[in-house]
């Protein structure tokens, strides 16, 4: 998130920047943030710092992590009077390891402009360091952000929606328009809130059965479950969970999705069993 500030750069469409520079809308983003002193803020994408001059003037540390090389002296000089507690990470976000800032005590809180071509990849990312993160607050394309916030039968429920909120809780806060940025989007843009859960709501036996009882429904999301998990449950399997194999995917809810893949997960394993006895 950042505005134009002495150091011109170009921004650059194949790390989807678009740079924020209305001062308005910086201060309600930070309102919203309520920094205060000694906490762990890192933030992602700080293109030129407007952001992380608010933050930073506040916190008086943070790490950033920036992945376009020739907007890190821009920040650097922009940023020259915080040089000691700024902490300039020059990698992907995609691939960074969050926990290696990890503080001593407490939690950390992430922040971001999250380009628009990865956000999703990113989101995933961030959700596997849950217990790292006390909160996110994340600029986004406003349909990621509804996604993200949908419930069961809305036309925008589905993966993103059902992951995200089994880790957190989904704070959708204010909308955005591209006339913010430079250059501006062709949408609209929102600030979300992410509170990760101290506990989680529906825990699991398994993540990664969840994951795939989640993305094998909603791969034909027209059709009903009977389709759709056809390859991970026989329909009369739906039913001694009390769902009904003639619903779409988007009509269950996180907690039918978490008795589905448990399901899932305990028959694999029952089969896994078989197939060792029948071996030893």
Do not use: W
Not at 52 to 71: G, K
Not at 98 to 126: C, D, M, Q, W
Not at 194 to 221: G, I, K, M, N, Y
């Amino acid at each position: 998130m950042s505005r134009n500030k002495p150091g011109f750069h170009k921004a650059r469409k194949r790390f989807g920047q678009n740079f924020l520079h209305d001062q308005g809308t910086i201060g309600r983003i930070i309102r919203a943030i309520n920094p205060t002193l000694g906490q762990h803020i890192v933030e992602i994408g700080p293109g030129m710092g407007a952001l992380t001059e608010e933050l930073i003037s506040v916190t008086q540390a943070m790490d950033v992590v920036e992945l376009d090389r020739d907007l890190i002296p821009i920040l650097r000089t922009n940023l020259f009077r915080f040089e000691q507690g700024l902490r300039i990470h020059e990698a992907d976000a995609l691939k960074f390891d969050f926990a290696s800032l990890k503080p001593e005590e407490g939690k950390l809180r992430v922040v971001g402009n999250l380009p628009y071509n990865i956000s999703t990849p990113l989101i995933f990312h961030l959700l596997s360091y849950h217990g790292l993160f006390a909160d996110m607050h994340f600029m986004l394309q406003k349909e990621v952000v509804d996604r993200m916030a949908a419930g069961p039968g809305d036309n925008n429920y589905g993966r993103l929606s059902i992951m995200t909120q089994y880790f957190c809780a989904v704070q959708p806060l204010f909308i955005v328009g591209p006339e913010s940025f430079n250059p501006p989007p062709k949408v609209d843009s929102a600030i979300v809130r992410l509170v990760p859960h101290d506990t989680l709501p529906h825990p699991a036996q398994s993540l990664d059965a969840l994951d795939r009882t989640v993305r094998t429904a909603f791969s034909q999301r027209r059709k009903t479950l009977r389709n759709t998990l056809k390859p991970l449950l026989h329909p009369e399997q739906i039913s001694s969970l009390g769902i009904d194999p003639g619903l779409r995917p988007e009509n269950l809810s996180l907690k039918d999705y978490v008795a589905l893949s448990d399901l899932y997960f305990q028959l694999g394993n029952a089969n896994q069993d078989d197939a060792d006895d029948l071996h030893s």
